[in-house]
């Protein structure tokens, strides 16, 4: 067994936002430790100043274990990458361990509390992922995190281009991704990988009321365990073990079709592809013959009567019941009592033991969506109130980021209500912000975004496409199928929770 321990944002400087007697508690507690060996993600002084980085290189020399240490945001203040290089190390580097190995990335921007792992480290990142792919353990550990978190407030300083990030670690079979930033602990399973948030070590500033934290990993055979251990004694354990083989056949009867639409776009302008979009519905109603038609938002460019009316009279021809969700295009201009003039509002569905949950997020004149504490508190509820059923719930905005995106179409709560969704255990979540096809499972919930059906404007290099989802009573399969031609690829498949 290998055991790490995992801190940030301990935010060393002569003024008051650094806690000295927390960070000489837990590196008291980790010098005593059977540890291997510390990572810490970043922003280890305050404001990259050059007196607090000769009090960070003095205090981090307390730590007796190998020490990786990357930068963070405020590192990188005041052009403090320069002294960072100069006081603590490597901006980028490579850590060997037995049977494994720690990539860390600089994904700092100066001056900047957002990231990106862009351009040149993306591809040197690509490049030490294939050069050491035989490592059983492979940790990758940068400052920014990957996926909303909760108890952060507005959603922001993801990584740029998180989805492409994550799908990177994804293919690479990583086994951790490790990382800080937003001072709040949280472990979160995605599909094999697991994604450590540490808390802040020694910062005054924490969140609703939490204590100063750090984590401690443990990689063994039998997989990753994770525990949060605060300051104050308290600790929270998690074990995620990995899912083997990952190629599964149905074993029961298939309960639901479902075809995942989004993104049609409707309008008279060029970049409407109107004969891709009667094809696709042509394909949906003749060879596919799904259940239900789900669109996940942007049913028409912008919100006017005549694309409108353009909206209605194509979907008028999908011959089986179908929930239309508001995307933010929808809602423009007139768009908010069109909407609810053509399609009504979208209302909880239940067919074949499986009850479709609409959820509304979008917002006036913004491509930015909300959910909100009422609508988290709402979204609850009604998830418990049909647990025990296999729970779909449809909404526009992403909630985890998707490849080939930049990520500015986050929920602007996205952190909140993930939690929401994972910690009731939803079945399926389906969206459909940002052009493009996508599927993951984080802890026991598959989360699927839908690519444009019909939009020319779109990042699928697959094109034009829509979902179609098989709901079995032991599992669920997401194909998707390019709009034009009908041909189809497996997007994801994933065994239902006993």
């Known amino acids: 067994m290998v055991r790490i321990a995992h801190i940030s944002d301990t935010h060393i400087t002569g003024e008051g936002a650094f806690k000295s007697y927390a960070f000489d508690l837990i590196v008291e507690e980790i010098n005593r430790g059977n540890f291997d060996f510390v990572i810490h993600t970043g922003d280890i002084t305050d404001q990259g ?100 978190l909760p108890d952060t407030g507005r959603e922001r300083n993801v990584l740029f281009n998180a989805g492409d990030v994550l799908d990177l670690l994804l293919r690479n079979e990583v086994t951790l991704y490790t990382c800080g930033h ?55 354990s998690k074990e995620h073990k990995p899912v083997r083989p990952k190629i599964f056949i149905p074993g029961g009867k298939r309960i639901l079709r479902i075809a995942q639409v989004s993104e049609s776009n409707v309008s008279d302008r060029v970049y409407f592809r109107k004969k891709t979009l ?11 013959k799904p259940d239900l038609v789900i669109h996940n938002g942007d049913i028409v460019d912008a ?64 491509p930015i969506g909300v959910v909100g504490w009422m609508g988290q508190k709402k979204l609850r509820g009604i998830l418990q109130e049909h647990e025990g059923k296999f729970r779909i719930v449809a909404l ?16 602007e709560d996205a952190g909140d209500v993930l939690k929401v969704l994972t910690d009731e255990g939803t079945e399926l979540v389906l969206t459909g912000h940002g052009g493009n096809a996508y599927g993951v499972k984080i802890e026991n919930t598959p989360i699927v975004n839908s690519g444009s059906i019909s939009w020319e404007l779109h990042r699928n290099p697959f094109g034009n496409s829509f979902n179609l989802i098989d709901i079995y ?21 994933w065994k239902r929770k006993a």
Not at 278 to 283: C, G, K, T, Y
Request: hydrophobic share 35%; charged share 30%.
């Open 473 to 493: 009573t032991d599992m669920v399969v997401v194909w998707e199928v390019q709009s034009t031609w009908g041909s189809k690829k497996l997007l994801g498949i």
């Open 49 to 148: 100043l050059r007196e607090e980085y000769e009090q960070a290189a003095y205090q981090l020399k307390k730590i007796k274990k190998p020490l990786v240490v990357l930068p963070g945001n405020h590192d990188v203040r005041n052009v403090g990458y320069k002294l960072f290089e100069d006081f603590i190390g490597p901006l980028n580097g490579v850590y060997e361990f037995r049977d494994g190995v720690v990539i860390w990335v600089d994904s700092t921007i100066p001056d900047l509390s957002d990231g990106r792992i862009g351009g040149q480290k993306f591809r040197w990142l690509k490049e030490k992922l294939e050069e050491y792919s035989e490592r059983k353990f492979k940790i990758v550990a940068a400052h920014h995190h990957l996926v909303p």
């Open 182 to 236: 937003k001072h709040v602990p949280n472990v979160y399973r995605v599909e094999d990988l697991v994604i450590d948030n540490a808390g802040c070590t020694s910062c005054k500033k924490t969140r609703r009321g939490d204590v100063n934290s750090y984590s401690i990993i443990e990689l063994h055979d039998g997989g990753v365990k994770v525990t949060i251990r605060r300051v104050i004694g308290d600790e929270v």
């Open 303 to 366: 919100g006017i009567e005549r694309y409108y009316e353009m909206a209605y009279e194509y979907y008028r021809e999908v011959g089986v019941p179908k929930i239309v969700i508001p995307g933010h295009n929808d809602i423009t201009y007139l768009g908010y009592e069109l909407f609810q003039e053509y399609f009504g509002e979208p209302e909880i569905m239940e067919l074949n033991d499986v009850v479709v949950i609409p959820l509304l997020t979008a917002q006036y004149e913004t």
């Open 278 to 288: 009667e094809n696709a519905i042509r394909m949906i109603n003749e060879r596919l």
């Open 396 to 411: 526009h905005h992403n909630v985890i980021p998707i490849p080939r995106s930049r990520e500015v179409g986050f929920l």
